[in-house]
């Protein structure tokens, strides 16, 4: 009933040409596949991948953007630009922006409720720090950011939205949440959707799980009763590690 949705965030990696070099490779896979695939790509490469991946069944994300449509905002990048270039997806509130560039759950929100408005799909990031699970309130945490995120979103925009359970200290260090683990927190983040908007929607909204996904541990966690999809790091800026991955 939920597509299955595994997207690459390429983060600030690969140059124009690399990119090309690297959408070209996976346009096969993403043909042969019933899983949807996006690559979210650094904004100065939007333009040319979308043109590279227009006729295939890749789709585009970016991996930021403000909430305004345009004005005095110096280094920023609007969903009236995004739009303009086709752009499908929108990373929101990934844990690096939260951490390096004050990104808040308020900046999270307003952004989510401008790409709806743009008709560009949030994939909206949350996830709880070593630390906060240590002390065992992660779900606090986690459920917190989803709540904020979805503050004033209608009903029926939910299943615009996807959400990507990223847990940061399994970001980039090759350390996974075990997949029971990160089952647990998509089906508790889908009861919080539940409380929110009802059973209707929260069985249709997708999850994704983010943090060292690789070929060798993507089945597990696709296997998972609440995990729809990933969103892969690392392992996405390599085609044969992003095709095992897709035909996991
Ligand atoms: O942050 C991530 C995707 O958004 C995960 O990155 P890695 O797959 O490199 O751990």
Known sequence: MRRP???????MNKTISEGLVLVKELKEVAEKTDVEVAV?????????????????????????????ESGAFTGEISPVMLKDIGVDYVIIGHSERRQYFNETDETVNKKIKSALKHEINPIVCVGETLEEREKGIEK?????????????????????????YEPIWAIGTGKTAS??????????????????????????????YGGSVKP??????????????????????????????VNF
Not at 5 to 11: D, E, M, V
Not at 40 to 68: R, T, Y
């Open 40 to 68: 979210c790509v650094p904004f100065i490469a939007l333009k040319d991948i979308k043109e590279e991946i227009k006729d295939s069944k890749i789709k585009l994300g970016a991996q930021n953007m403000h909430w305004e």
């Open 140 to 164: 606090d945490i986690v459920k917190n950011q989803v709540l904020k995120a979805f503050d004033g979103v209608e009903k029926d925009d939910v299943t615009k939205i996807v959400i990507a």
């Open 179 to 208: 997949s029971e683990d990160a089952n647990e927190m998509c089906a508790f983040i889908r009861k919080t959707i539940e409380e929110k908007y009802g059973i209707d929607v929260s069985e249709r909204v997708r999850i994704q």
């Open 5 to 11: 949705f595994i997207a690459g965030n390429w983060k």
């Open 216 to 245: 060798h541990n993507v089945t597990d966690i696709m296997n998972q009763a609440d995990i729809d999809g990933a969103l892969v790091g690392g392992a996405s800026l390599k085609a044969d590690a992003f095709t095992e991955i």
